[in-house]
């Protein structure tokens, strides 16, 4: 695996987490499963780094690609609903599709 | 034809409208009573006839027969602003105590009731047709100019909230200080608009949850269940595909009439959010 695009990965779920919680403070207390699954992608990812093991590895990758899709049901109600709010979604956003073509390439180098 | 007459101080007030009514074919009566005592009493001859009344503080008002209006319009399927701007083209030709029939939609009810009501008209009847259309009676009227007073006593809230669930505390506090205004004996009103409409979604107020307070859900049917108003603005809930199918039970869907008619009066103070 390309270390790399697996350090550039998780620096953009990092960024992700931090811009992910501003958006959950603002709209209300609610844990999603887009949440799990983003601090899960972000310990296989940094545990990828460390660990020489293919499985981790994969298991990292597909984390990275399940997280971005996780957050769609969200969106779409959010671009249905509140598109006068979406601005405040749009650097999350943007890590998220960042992170999804980070994580293809991952998986063609790995 | 609208005949009004005072029956103060009569013992027996119906057999005053006993003789009224036997020459009346149609129209309604507006009666203005000493009280409790007449109104029983007319009340009873009323039942006796089979007619339909209201009684408003003193006023009894008596429908006789079917109202014959001067003018229809029908403004079914019309959207806001359409339904208000097509009566007031309407009205603007009729002469001042001549009658008008409306026809709408249940989305253009509480525009066309306080938006006309606002402008100085009188609401005679609303009837529900039964088939999703209700029928206006509307008496032209002319909006007086009221002294101001020197001090107006602000006893009504309009909250108007325009960022919906995108802005949970936000969310929260439209129906918190709806719940402490009630408290402090003032009437709040609910507008949401713009976003605000997204919390007209059914179960949208559900998701809302901060380990603080109650599930925003809960509070909003709290507050509806204490008897408070929650509009939606028409057009905003149409730009988010909100309608009578997906609404939150016990919100209402209007317009910008209601929403100028509550700006407009001097004792209600809006609050923005």
């Not at chain 2, 101080?9 to 129209?27: F, V």
């Not at chain 2, 503080?57 to 079914?76: H, L, P, S």
Request: net charge neutral.
């Amino acid at each position: 695996m390309n270390d790399i695009i697996t350090l550039v990965s998780l620096s953009v779920i990092f960024g992700a987490m931090l811009s992910g919680f501003a958006t959950f403070r603002l709209t209300g207390m609610r844990l999603m499963p887009h949440f799990a699954s983003l601090i899960i992608a972000f310990i296989l990812t940094l545990a990828s780094l460390f660990v020489d093991n293919n499985i981790v590895g994969y298991l990292a990758i597909a984390s990275q690609i399940i997280t971005p899709l996780t957050i769609c049901n969200t969106i779409c109600n959010i671009l249905k609903t509140q598109f006068q709010n979406t601005g405040i979604y749009s650097a999350h956003l943007a890590l998220m599709g960042m992170l999804i073509i980070l994580a293809l390439g991952n998986l063609v180098v790995f | 034809m609208i005949r009004k007459f005072k029956v103060k101080g009569l013992r027996s007030p119906s057999l005053l409208i006993d003789m009224i009514l036997s020459d009346t074919k149609d129209g309604i009566l507006v009666v203005e009573t000493d009280g409790e005592e007449q109104i029983k009493d007319i009340e009873n001859l009323l039942k006796k006839y089979n007619l339909k009344y209201e009684v408003d503080g003193n006023i009894v008002k008596i429908y006789v027969g079917e109202i014959q209006a001067d003018r229809t319009i029908n403004v079914v399927g019309a959207t806001c602003p359409g339904p208000i701007m097509m009566v007031s083209d309407i009205l603007s030709k009729m002469k001042n105590g001549e009658i008008l029939e409306i026809i709408c939609g249940k989305n253009a009810l509480t525009d066309l009731t306080e938006g006309l009501k606002g402008m100085g008209n009188e609401i005679i009847k609303v009837e529900d047709k039964g088939d999703g259309t209700y029928r206006i009676l509307l008496k032209k009227g002319e909006k007086k100019e009221e002294k101001a007073a020197a001090i107006t006593k602000i006893d009504e809230f309009f909250i108007i909230n325009t960022t919906g669930t995108g802005n949970a505390e936000k969310a929260y506090a439209t129906f918190m200080m709806a719940d402490v205004a009630l408290k402090m004996n003032l009437k709040p009103t609910i507008f949401l608009m713009m976003d605000g409409a997204s919390l007209a979604l059914k179960g949208e107020c559900d998701k809302v949850k901060h380990p603080a307070f109650p599930k925003l859900g809960d509070l909003v049917r709290e507050i509806l269940k204490r008897g408070v108003k929650v509009y939606v603005c028409e057009l905003s809930a149409q730009f988010r595909g909100i309608n009578e199918n997906n609404l939150e039970e016990g919100f209402e869907i209007a317009g910008a009439p209601t929403f100028l008619n509550y700006l407009s009066k001097p004792n209600v103070r809006p609050v923005w959010l």
